[in-house]
T-cell receptor, first 117, second 115 residues
Framework: EPEVTQTPSHQVTQMGQEVILRCVPISNHLYFYWYRQILGQKVEFLVSFYNNEISEKSEIFDDQFSVERPDGSNFTLKIRSTKLEDSAMYFC???????????????FGPGTRLLVL | AQTVTQSQPEMSVQEAETVTLSCTYDTSESDYYLFWYKQPPSRQMILVIRQEAYKQQNATENRFSVNFQKAAKSFSLKISDSQLGDAAMYFCAYRRQGGSEKLVFGKGTKLTVNP
């Protein structure tokens, strides 16, 4: 069964450094998302991406964040200058086209655990 | 704004017994989707079951079923014949149909399964 994959599984970085989190969505999916979960808290939406542009972003997704689909398979989240409060689990998700069976369901990757020191 | 409330921070169940996890939500929309996701200690988010609001029939997936009460804005998850592998955090999530794509999550319920 196709899966969303994410790399790395864990990342430790120093405050102020740039990090890039990578995701490979399910191959025929068209809609891509990033969420984050600070330890012990609920999962929060960051951004959605479709047709090579951001379709929606939350208040959390400020100028320090950016997303990109650099090729036909990868979807990345970049944090330009990390802060301590960026420490969280970051989930990538993707979904297929509305007209397909289960097309409305977002499938999540295993997450990248980011620790900012 | 839509909100999702899970009023039970923790629940426990004996192996092979049945447990029900509660979820309520607040929305002014009439068309939307509801989901239950499971998050085991590995912290991966795994889809358990989904429900389209326009469908009156409750969704079922093997041992998992929901009780969807649209008027009451309630969406509970029933796990039958609980297994040790069911132990996890369970998150209820809402998504409107059309417009915003974002999933709105509840705070989660930690389910413990006792042998």
């Amino acid at each position: 069964e196709p899966e969303v994959t994410q790399t790395p599984s864990h990342q430790v970085t120093q405050m102020g450094q740039e990090v890039i989190l990578r995701c490979v969505p399910i191959s025929n999916h068209l809609y891509f998302y990033w969420y984050r979960q600070i330890l012990g808290q609920k999962v929060e939406f960051l951004v959605s991406f479709y047709n090579n542009e951001i379709s929606e972003k939350s208040e959390i997704f400020d100028d320090q964040f950016s997303v990109e689909r650099p090729d036909g398979s990868n979807f990345t989240l970049k944090i330009r200058s990390t802060k301590l409060e960026d420490s969280a689990m970051y989930f990538c998700a993707s979904r297929g086209d509305r007209g397909t069976r289960w097309g409305e369901t977002q499938y999540f990757g295993p997450g990248t655990r980011l620790l900012v020191l | 704004a839509q909100t999702v409330t899970q009023s039970q921070p923790e629940m426990s169940v004996q192996e092979a017994e049945t447990v029900t996890l509660s979820c309520t939500y607040d929305t002014s929309e009439s068309d939307y989707y509801l989901f239950w996701y499971k998050q085991p200690p590995s912290r991966q988010m795994i889809l358990v079951i989904r429900q389209e609001a326009y469908k009156q029939q409750n969704a079922t997936e093997n041992r998992f079923s929901v009780n969807f009460q649209k008027a009451a804005k309630s969406f509970s998850l029933k796990i039958s014949d609980s297994q040790l592998g069911d132990a996890a955090m369970y998150f209820c999530a809402y998504r409107r149909q059309g417009g915003s794509e974002k999933l709105v999550f509840g705070k989660g319920t930690k389910l413990t399964v006792n042998p």
